[in-house]
Protein backbone atom coordinates (compact mmCIF):
# COMPACT_ATOMS: atom_id res chain seq x y z
CA UNK A 1 0.00 0.00 0.00
CA UNK A 2 1.47 3.10 -0.83
CA UNK A 3 1.98 6.22 1.87
CA UNK A 4 -0.91 8.80 1.52
CA UNK A 5 0.78 12.22 0.62
CA UNK A 6 0.60 14.60 3.47
CA UNK A 7 -2.87 16.00 2.13
CA UNK A 8 -4.14 12.65 1.96
CA UNK A 9 -2.78 12.53 5.32
CA UNK A 10 -4.95 15.47 6.61
CA UNK A 11 -8.11 14.11 4.74
CA UNK A 12 -7.90 10.42 6.27
CA UNK A 13 -7.29 12.21 9.68
CA UNK A 14 -10.43 14.26 9.20
CA UNK A 15 -12.33 11.45 8.34
CA UNK A 16 -11.09 9.40 10.95
CA UNK A 17 -12.14 12.43 13.28
CA UNK A 18 -15.82 12.70 12.58
CA UNK A 19 -16.07 8.65 12.83
CA UNK A 20 -13.96 8.73 16.39
CA UNK A 21 -16.41 11.48 17.14
CA UNK A 22 -19.58 9.40 16.31
CA UNK A 23 -20.36 11.71 13.26
CA UNK A 24 -20.77 10.86 9.75
CA UNK A 25 -18.20 11.03 7.44
CA UNK A 26 -17.86 14.18 6.31
CA UNK A 27 -19.14 15.41 2.70
CA UNK A 28 -16.78 16.43 0.10
CA UNK A 29 -17.61 20.14 0.84
CA UNK A 30 -16.68 19.98 4.49
CA UNK A 31 -13.30 18.13 3.62
CA UNK A 32 -12.87 20.90 1.09
CA UNK A 33 -13.57 24.07 3.72
CA UNK A 34 -10.83 21.90 6.26
CA UNK A 35 -8.56 22.25 4.05
CA UNK A 36 -9.13 25.62 2.88
CA UNK A 37 -10.03 25.19 -0.58
CA UNK A 38 -12.38 26.81 -2.63
CA UNK A 39 -13.26 24.53 -5.37
CA UNK A 40 -14.19 20.83 -3.83
CA UNK A 41 -12.36 19.27 -6.78
CA UNK A 42 -9.06 18.91 -4.99
CA UNK A 43 -10.74 17.15 -2.33
CA UNK A 44 -12.25 15.07 -4.43
CA UNK A 45 -9.21 13.99 -6.14
CA UNK A 46 -7.52 13.24 -2.87
CA UNK A 47 -10.60 11.17 -1.94
CA UNK A 48 -9.98 9.16 -5.48
CA UNK A 49 -6.28 8.78 -4.41
CA UNK A 50 -7.18 7.45 -1.17
CA UNK A 51 -9.35 4.73 -2.73
CA UNK A 52 -7.40 3.68 -5.78
CA UNK A 53 -4.31 3.29 -2.78
CA UNK A 54 -6.95 1.54 -0.39
CA UNK A 55 -6.97 3.57 2.35
CA UNK A 56 -10.66 4.44 2.18
CA UNK A 57 -13.93 2.25 0.29
CA UNK A 58 -17.27 2.77 -0.52
CA UNK A 59 -20.52 1.77 -2.50
CA UNK A 60 -21.86 4.26 -4.09
CA UNK A 61 -19.29 6.92 -4.89
CA UNK A 62 -20.65 9.34 -2.77
CA UNK A 63 -18.24 10.71 0.15
CA UNK A 64 -21.50 9.50 3.02
CA UNK A 65 -20.75 5.84 2.06
CA UNK A 66 -16.52 6.27 2.57
CA UNK A 67 -15.41 4.12 5.26
CA UNK A 68 -11.82 3.38 6.13
CA UNK A 69 -10.13 0.23 5.75
CA UNK A 70 -7.95 -1.82 7.59
CA UNK A 71 -4.83 -0.07 7.34
CA UNK A 72 -6.04 3.02 7.33
CA UNK A 73 -7.90 2.77 10.61
CA UNK A 74 -4.93 3.01 12.30
CA UNK A 75 -4.26 6.27 13.58
CA UNK A 76 -1.77 7.33 11.38
CA UNK A 77 -0.18 10.65 12.23
CA UNK A 78 2.22 13.70 10.79
CA UNK A 79 5.20 14.04 13.32
CA UNK A 80 6.67 17.24 12.62
CA UNK A 81 10.57 16.07 12.23
CA UNK A 82 12.38 19.23 14.26
CA UNK A 83 16.09 18.68 12.73
CA UNK A 84 18.72 17.10 14.20
CA UNK A 85 20.17 16.21 17.99
CA UNK A 86 23.59 14.78 18.86
CA UNK A 87 24.35 11.06 19.99
CA UNK A 88 27.83 12.46 20.88
CA UNK A 89 29.09 15.39 22.41
CA UNK A 90 26.18 18.04 23.48
CA UNK A 91 25.81 20.89 20.73
CA UNK A 92 23.53 23.65 21.12
CA UNK A 93 20.61 23.02 18.66
CA UNK A 94 17.36 25.42 17.87
CA UNK A 95 14.12 23.51 16.47
CA UNK A 96 14.51 23.29 13.15
CA UNK A 97 11.39 21.78 11.04
CA UNK A 98 12.72 19.52 7.64
CA UNK A 99 9.30 18.27 7.14
CA UNK A 100 6.53 15.70 8.53
CA UNK A 101 7.09 11.57 9.76
CA UNK A 102 3.97 9.17 10.01
CA UNK A 103 3.53 6.70 11.81
CA UNK A 104 0.84 4.94 13.90
CA UNK A 105 0.53 6.18 17.55
CA UNK A 106 -2.16 2.82 18.55
CA UNK A 107 1.41 1.03 17.65
CA UNK A 108 3.42 3.25 19.62
CA UNK A 109 1.06 3.60 22.69
CA UNK A 110 0.90 7.36 23.03
CA UNK A 111 -2.21 9.04 24.25
CA UNK A 112 -3.88 10.78 21.69
CA UNK A 113 -3.62 13.95 23.83
CA UNK A 114 0.13 13.82 23.65
CA UNK A 115 2.46 16.00 21.94
CA UNK A 116 5.23 13.85 19.52
CA UNK A 117 7.84 15.33 17.73
CA UNK A 118 11.02 13.53 15.78
CA UNK A 119 14.35 14.11 15.34
CA UNK A 120 17.26 13.03 13.01
CA UNK A 121 19.88 11.91 15.08
CA UNK A 122 23.71 12.63 14.14
CA UNK A 123 26.74 10.69 16.13
CA UNK A 124 27.27 7.12 17.53
CA UNK A 125 27.48 7.77 21.18
CA UNK A 126 24.27 5.39 21.56
CA UNK A 127 25.05 2.25 19.23
CA UNK A 128 24.66 0.22 22.46
CA UNK A 129 20.53 0.80 21.82
CA UNK A 130 21.41 0.22 18.21
CA UNK A 131 20.66 3.89 17.26
CA UNK A 132 23.02 5.09 14.55
CA UNK A 133 24.12 8.30 12.74
CA UNK A 134 21.10 8.75 10.43
CA UNK A 135 18.08 7.54 12.51
CA UNK A 136 15.51 8.99 13.26
CA UNK A 137 13.37 8.85 16.99
CA UNK A 138 10.09 9.56 17.79
CA UNK A 139 9.65 11.07 20.86
CA UNK A 140 6.84 11.66 23.16
CA UNK A 141 6.78 15.68 24.86
CA UNK A 142 5.93 16.07 28.54
CA UNK A 143 6.70 12.33 29.46
CA UNK A 144 8.20 11.57 32.94
CA UNK A 145 11.37 8.99 31.63
CA UNK A 146 12.17 5.82 33.31
CA UNK A 147 15.32 4.95 34.29
CA UNK A 148 16.77 2.77 31.24
CA UNK A 149 14.82 4.64 28.49
CA UNK A 150 16.33 7.04 26.04
CA UNK A 151 15.74 10.79 25.91
CA UNK A 152 16.17 14.31 24.35
CA UNK A 153 17.94 16.15 26.94
CA UNK A 154 19.18 19.84 27.35
CA UNK A 155 21.97 19.89 30.32
CA UNK A 156 23.36 22.76 30.81
CA UNK A 157 22.47 24.42 27.79
CA UNK A 158 23.11 21.86 25.47
CA UNK A 159 21.01 19.14 23.97
CA UNK A 160 21.35 14.94 23.32
CA UNK A 161 20.18 12.08 23.14
CA UNK A 162 21.43 9.56 25.82
CA UNK A 163 19.75 7.46 28.01
CA UNK A 164 18.23 8.78 31.15
CA UNK A 165 19.65 7.11 34.73
CA UNK A 166 18.50 7.39 38.43
CA UNK A 167 20.51 6.52 41.00
CA UNK A 168 19.46 5.20 44.13
CA UNK A 169 20.36 8.43 46.28
CA UNK A 170 18.53 10.18 43.66
CA UNK A 171 20.96 11.89 41.45
CA UNK A 172 20.21 11.71 37.86
CA UNK A 173 22.45 11.86 35.14
CA UNK A 174 22.91 10.75 31.07
CA UNK A 175 24.29 7.66 29.79
CA UNK A 176 26.10 7.15 26.78
CA UNK A 177 25.75 3.95 25.66
CA UNK A 178 29.16 3.66 23.50
CA UNK A 179 32.13 3.27 25.85
CA UNK A 180 34.37 6.05 23.57
CA UNK A 181 31.84 8.95 25.32
CA UNK A 182 31.45 10.15 29.22
CA UNK A 183 28.69 9.46 30.65
CA UNK A 184 27.34 13.38 31.32
CA UNK A 185 26.40 14.90 34.68
CA UNK A 186 24.59 18.03 35.03
CA UNK A 187 26.44 20.61 36.52
CA UNK A 188 23.43 22.55 36.93
CA UNK A 189 19.92 22.49 34.38
CA UNK A 190 19.16 18.84 32.97
CA UNK A 191 15.70 19.37 31.15
CA UNK A 192 14.29 16.38 29.51
CA UNK A 193 12.68 17.03 25.82
CA UNK A 194 10.55 13.59 25.25
CA UNK A 195 11.13 10.29 25.50
CA UNK A 196 12.02 8.17 22.84
CA UNK A 197 9.29 6.06 21.70
CA UNK A 198 9.78 4.54 18.33
CA UNK A 199 13.28 4.51 16.38
CA UNK A 200 13.06 4.77 12.44
CA UNK A 201 16.30 2.94 10.86
CA UNK A 202 17.94 4.32 8.10
CA UNK A 203 19.64 2.22 5.54
CA UNK A 204 23.51 2.86 5.97
CA UNK A 205 25.95 2.77 2.91
CA UNK A 206 27.83 -0.75 2.84
CA UNK A 207 31.59 -0.85 3.11
CA UNK A 208 33.88 -1.03 0.06
Do not use: C, W
Not at 85 to 113: F, Q, S
Not at 156 to 181: C, H, I, M, Q, W
Amino acid sequence: MNPPTSRQQQVLDFIRQHLDEGRPVPTVREISRHLGLKSTSPAQLHLNALRRKGYLEDSDGSARSLRLTGDSGKRVQGIPLLGTIPAGHGDLRTEEPEGMVHVDLDALNIPRTSRTFALRVTGDSMIGKFITDGDIVILEQNADPRPGEVVAALIDGESTLKTFVRERGGRTFLKAENPKYPNLIPTGELTIQGVMRMLIRTPQPRKK
